[in-house]
Nanobody, 120 residues
Framework: QVHLVESGGGSVQTGDSLRLSCTAS????????VGWFRQAPGQEREFVASIGWNGRGRTYYKDSVEGRATISGDNANNVVYLQMDDVKPEDTGLYYC????????????WGQGTQVTVSS
């Protein structure tokens, strides 16, 4: 079992920066990668970024955040960050982190989410 807790969301203005945190606990040795997703009201959940767990280092980004978002990991503390710069109103949504387990094709474990609201 992997437990994920997000933090760092809030209300910001267009152009601001913020950093979201995802802290993992439990069976973290089973994690292959961690991803960030977001969901705006009335819309589908979408992928934002992902990173390989524990130093594997592969990163992927949604096209619309490429160059504005940076995903990174703190191995010692089992934390994955999503740094967001120059945020825009379309970045508004409930942000979730999720853990992909070795040998599986879909994210199994999800946090409760942290809200990001970007105003003009």
């Amino acid at each position: 079992q992997v437990h994920l807790v997000e933090s760092g969301g809030g209300s910001v203005q267009t152009g601001d920066s913020l950093r979201l945190s995802c802290t993992a606990s439990g069976g973290t040795a089973d994690i292959f990668s961690v991803g960030w997703f977001r969901q705006a009201p009335g819309q589908e959940r979408e992928f934002v970024a992902s990173i390989g767990w524990n130093g594997r280092g592969r990163t992927y980004y949604k096209d619309s955040v490429e160059g504005r978002a940076t995903i990174s990991g703190d191995n010692a503390n089992n934390v994955v960050y999503l740094q967001m710069d120059d945020v825009k109103p379309e970045d508004t949504g409930l942000y979730y982190c999720a853990a992909l387990i070795w040998g599986e094709a879909h994210y199994r474990y999800w946090g409760q989410g942290t809200q990001v609201t970007v105003s003009s």
